[in-house]
């Protein structure tokens, strides 16, 4: 038995038995004390997915973390920046309407989450790379274009490789 804690535990509730069936473990809720019963790889697997549910990740996203190839990669703002208004440098990642950020996980096939300071990335660990970079220039100043541009030339590169 572990015990863990959800800052989301609405989306826990919801997917609880998805969770159960998904992850081979019992999970028990009493306010924000998640008690939890399974093996200890089991047990690990579900602090990767709680750790991505607080991030703000939705559970079936989070679940893929049990994939083999799939991992999370966390990075906070403040460690890229000297900027202190940071809802500047959010905003410069989530771009007008939510376009930058949706670019980036379409080009590098990556689900990323913005929360408080923090920019969580879920995807297959070799596009992970190329997102972060993205992400890190992004937050140190580059401009959109740029980094659209470094995706795509990533891509092209990738589509040749499997050719």
């Known amino acids: 038995m572990e015990t863990f804690y959800c800052k989301n535990i609405?989306?826990?509730?919801?997917?609880?038995?998805?969770?159960?069936?998904?992850?081979?473990?019992k999970i028990r809720i009493?306010?924000?004390?998640?008690?939890?019963?399974?093996d200890s790889i089991e047990e690990y697997e579900f602090s990767l997915v709680l750790d991505a549910i607080n991030l703000?990740?939705?559970a079936k996203t989070a679940a893929l973390l049990t994939e083999e190839d799939i991992i999370l990669e966390k990075i906070n703002i403040k460690d890229f920046?000297?900027?202190k208004n940071l809802e500047v440098v959010r905003g410069r990642l989530i771009g007008t309407h939510g376009r930058?950020?949706?670019?980036?996980?379409?080009?590098?096939?990556?689900?990323i989450a913005i929360k408080d300071n923090t920019v969580g990335i879920i995807g297959p660990a070799?596009?992970?790379?190329?997102?972060?970079t993205a992400i890190t220039n992004l937050i140190r100043g580059t401009k959109q274009t740029n980094i659209y541009k470094y995706l795509?030339?990533?891509?092209?590169?990738?589509?040749?490789?499997?050719?």
């Open 10 to 25: 609405l989306e826990l509730k919801r997917e609880k038995n998805f969770l159960e069936k998904k992850l081979n473990i």
């Open 30 to 38: 009493k306010g924000k004390k998640v008690l939890i019963y399974g």
């Open 56 to 58: 703000g990740y939705s």
């Open 81 to 83: 920046t000297r900027r």
């Open 100 to 111: 930058t950020k949706r670019t980036i996980e379409q080009i590098s096939g990556c689900e």
């Open 126 to 132: 070799e596009s992970i790379e190329y997102a972060l």
């Open 152 to 163: 795509e030339r990533i891509n092209a590169k990738r589509k040749i490789s499997e050719k």
